[in-house]
């Protein structure tokens, strides 16, 4: 974990080229420092394997609070180091074991490039994604990483939202029936994109199964409990905002404030909500509010989610209000 908090904070450097030379040193010293596990016919070892799994846990909690292209260099660092021993005949265990983390790693990748305004890498990303999830023989993590593939494209709105829906679908389905982690984001993600596609009562109901999905979770799932209940709020937040169903929006959103940090993307977007239901009423004041929201983030923060999420005070103001100089500034800053 030292290692991989190194180098993140590297990461963040190299992004601007400042210290590329010292991050690759320190990781191969890092390399040939570790105890030599060779597996027979293999190119890599169990403790390089469990490393770039660890990274993968890594990258994506800090994907919440980093810029994109900080999160976007340190996830480069460990999927270059991975990438020439995929194209190598491994053992099948190896070679599921090694393609489980490179997914991990690619969906990262895919993510921060949509956050940096670049649909087509992300897409080619996805497919990669969806090809490496498919070699892990592991359907629970093909259909989450379609959940997370969700959640950014039905955000787009460039996007094919018939196709997107299709890819939550498609994502439930691998999921199967019995209620587990990936099944609870797959329905989330279907949620979701009902919502975005105005279908706002097959959203909510999307929304109640997902809800009653997670509270038939086995016992013995504990490491992804609280991050799942936390989902939910974000879930209900949009669902309602759009609905038009203040009341449960604004309860969803009071519940929120006290289950992530300030700085934590959700924190952002939940905040962006609040500002779309007071755009309902007073579409100069919801405007207004989500200039500050956005203004108050580093330049590196105001990613392409950010800037949806603000866009939808517009989407839900009354149609007259396109001309006050609020939503006029608002809708040149959230412009596709």
Known sequence: ME????????????????????????????RMSSPDRSLPGASVTQAMIDDWENAADVHVRRAYFDPPATVLAAVAVDYTDMAPHLSR????????????????????IAGKWFDLGNSREAHRWWAKTRELSEQSSDPLLASWLRSCEVGYRQQDPQEDLVNVLSTAQEARRLAGDRSNVALVSALSAEAQALATM????EAITALLRTEEVFTRLPAQITAD???LRRGTYLDRSLIYTLAGDSRR???????????????????????????????????EQGADEALRIVGALPTGRRDTRVIRAAHIVLDVAPENAHLLPAARELRALTAA
Do not use: C, K
């Open 249 to 283: 929006a604004a309860e969803a959103q009071s519940a929120a404030r006290n289950l992530y940090p300030a700085t934590h993307r959700s924190a952002i977007v939940i905040q962006l909500h609040g500002a779309a239901l007071q755009a309902r009423t007073d579409p």
């Open 3 to 30: 290692r991989r908090e190194l180098m993140r904070n590297a990461a963040a450097f190299a992004a601007a080229g400042a210290v590329a030379p010292v991050l690759t040193t320190l990781t191969d010293a890092w």
């Open 198 to 201: 105005g279908r706002s009562d």
């Open 89 to 108: 005949t491994q053992p099948a265990a190896i070679q599921r074991d090694l393609a489980h983390a490179a997914a991990r790693h690619t969906a990262v």
């Open 225 to 227: 409990r609280d991050w």
